[in-house]
């Protein structure tokens, strides 16, 4: 059983900040790495980040550098996505997503095998 469940996305205004959780409550949260990807209307599902098993961090998007933080409570079975100063360009789904492994498989969606449905994220004024 691997079920991912995203939540806190909403609107925004530009330079306002949301955390968005994943729920990964089937799993023992411990052993895995949980990236998180986004995908605008139109365009291919982008890599943003992801934390390994031992709380490290791969940053897969230039454009979110000094924005974007990822972090993870295992007792809690969830991990975050804290995002600061958002932009319009920001507007996306945000998916949270795993490939059962402790080390972070990259930016290609392809290498992961499991996915939550999303959680939309607006950003205007």
């Known amino acids: 059983q691997v079920q991912l469940v995203e939540s806190g996305g909403g609107l925004v205004q530009p330079g306002g900040s949301l955390r968005l959780s994943c729920a990964v409550p089937g799993l023992t949260l411990d052993y895995f790495a949980i990236a998180w990807f986004r995908q605008a209307p139109g365009k291919e599902r982008e890599g943003i980040l992801c934390?390994?098993?031992?709380?490290?961090?791969?940053l897969y998007s230039d454009s979110v550098k000094h924005r974007f933080t990822g972090s993870r409570d295992n007792g809690k079975k969830m991990v975050f996505l804290q995002m600061h100063n958002l932009q319009p360009e920001d507007t996306a789904v945000y998916y949270c997503t795993t490939a059962l492994a402790g080390y972070c498989y990259g930016k290609s969606q392809y290498r992961y095998d499991y996915w939550g449905q999303g959680t939309q994220v607006t950003v205007s004024s």
């Open positions: 934390i390994s098993s031992t709380n490290q961090t791969e």
